[in-house]
């Protein structure tokens, strides 16, 4: 159970949302029919192991409802309260989704972060609002709202969801406690208005680490996430909390240090026309620090050896120390089942 109820969700978030979120992408025994129990616990301890406040739980790797909620039970149990734990709501309908908030409350993660199924082609910023709180309504969980291009919302408004939506879900959304805030990407307009507008009732955040950890010198902002932080090993949480320090010289020093390596993520995470993360080359990105890695089941994105040797030269040229394992273990894990 949550350490919170329904009603004090933003007051919980303004009070414990303070440090930077990764996510963990479940890992697939070796004949792919099951999730792997030993992986899972492997990477939570890793999380813990590099400062992250928290990190997400990824559905979106054709995993069953069963399946998620063993991987969500073993990271709850493995965390004992060391990492806060982010149920992904990407899940095929609704109905599907709402099911999986309530599977996901009764192991004891900790917060949830909305999604929207590929085939929801809204009409109107109504149907959003209307989606937005039938999902909220189901959960007792608090929420963290997600404008993002990924959802194809920009037909309706340049910002996905407008700003006017937004303020409508805030004002009659009482578990709505962050906006990860990346309407209207490239750029960040879509932050800055929601900060502007929405900072003082709820945490207004930006996932993208180039950026935000600028912005979070700027601007107050507790909670950065959630994102494939581990890519820099523990190099996020530990620039986050130098800024939130007040210590931003030091800071900066490790943020050009890890710049090399930024852009060759940068580079390599680009997939036009996609609108979908690439989970494989994100595992790979853990895995060169110390997570397991190990098998994901199909429909994936394929990670070929060009993409492995730009990621690992980039930690190199960062002052990074990848695995020396050979990338053919990648496939395989650190916890093979």
């Known amino acids: 159970m949550a350490e919170y109820r329904k009603t004090e969700a933003r007051e919980w978030a303004r009070e414990k949302m303070r440090g930077v979120a990764n996510v963990i992408i479940p890992t697939f025994t070796q004949d792919l029919r099951d999730v792997n129990e030993a992986a899972t616990r492997h990477d939570v301890r890793k999380e813990i192991e590099y400062g992250f406040w928290g990190t997400l739980l990824v559905s979106e790797t054709a995993t069953t409802f069963d399946e998620y909620r063993r991987f969500s039970e073993w990271a709850v149990d493995e ?22 908030a309530q599977v996901a409350e009764a192991t004891g993660v900790d917060l949830i972060l909305l999604s929207y199924p590929p085939t929801f082609y809204p009409q109107s910023q109504e ?44 004002r009659e959304i009482p578990n709505i406690v962050a906006i990860k805030s990346e309407g209207g990407m490239p750029t960040i307009a879509g932050f800055v208005e929601n900060y502007k507008r929405f900072s003082n009732e709820v945490i207004v955040t930006f996932p993208m680490e180039d950026q935000a950890l600028m912005l ?56 036009p026309g996609a609108n979908f993360i690439h989970r494989m080359l994100w595992k790979y990105q853990g895995w060169l620090n110390g997570f397991n890695g190990g098998p994901l089941r199909a429909p994936t994105m394929r990670l070929n050896g060009n993409q492995m040797r730009a990621l690992r030269q980039g930690l190199v040229a960062a002052g990074l120390q990848p695995t020396n394992d050979g990338d053919d273990l990648f496939f395989e894990g650190r916890n093979p089942a």
């Open 127 to 170: 149907e959003i609002f209307e989606y937005t709180k039938a999902y909220c309504d189901a959960t007792n969980l608090g929420v963290i709202l997600f404008p993002v291009p990924l959802w194809g919302f920009e037909r309706l408004h340049p910002a996905g969801i407008a700003p006017e939506t937004i303020a409508r879900m805030v």
């Open 216 to 271: 979070a010198s700027l601007v107050s902002m507790p909670f950065m996430g959630t994102s494939n932080y581990e890519y820099y090993g523990p190099m996020i949480p530990r620039i986050f909390t130098l800024i939130q320090e007040g210590r931003f010289e030091e800071a900066m020093k490790l943020y050009w240090q890890i710049h090399p390596a930024r852009l060759v993520n940068q580079q390599q995470n680009v997939i």
């Open 79 to 100: 965390a004992r309260g060391r990492l806060h734990l982010i149920h992904h709501a990407s899940w095929n309908t609704l109905e599907e989704s709402i099911r999986a």
